[in-house]
């Protein structure tokens, strides 16, 4: 594994949460992308497009808070474990024996930001996310 992260949702104010966080941790966003960066295939109807599909401020030496905006959310589904491993298999493994008796959102797969991602809530109401990075240095 290379590292747990918390992935944060909000409903639509995203950009102005991560600028706080970023005001009081310091650094740099690693990642911005709104909605109308998605390929045509991966577009999500409905967006704002200029809204946050994905952020990424690294918060210390190997944690990253990430977040989105949703349509939906509230206090309990507002955030993710997010869990970033060393390969497909590891990957794998992790997801199948933490969704084992929970809900799977999305099985991995490979997807257009060049990962192997999958989600899933557990067995006790926690939601999860699992990825090996394709391009993970």
Do not use: C
Not at 34 to 44: G, I, T, W, Y
């Amino acid at each position: 594994m290379t590292g747990i992260n918390p992935y944060l949702n909000f409903k639509g104010n995203t950009e102005e949460a991560f600028n706080f966080y970023k005001s009081i941790f310091g650094g740099e966003f690693t990642v911005v992308m709104r909605f109308k960066d998605l390929p045509p295939e991966a577009a999500v109807p409905g967006s704002d497009p200029e809204k946050i599909m994905h952020i990424a401020l690294p918060i210390g030496k190997e944690t990253i808070l990430m977040g989105n905006d949703v349509a939906e959310t509230t206090i309990g589904n507002n955030f993710f474990i997010s869990i970033n491993m060393h390969s497909e298999g590891e990957a794998d493994l992790i997801f199948k024996g933490l969704s084992a008796g929970g809900k799977v959102t999305m099985p991995m797969q490979k997807v257009f930001w060049g990962a192997y991602f999958g989600m899933f809530k557990d067995k006790f109401d926690i939601q999860w996310m699992v990825s090996f990075d394709y391009n993970q240095k």
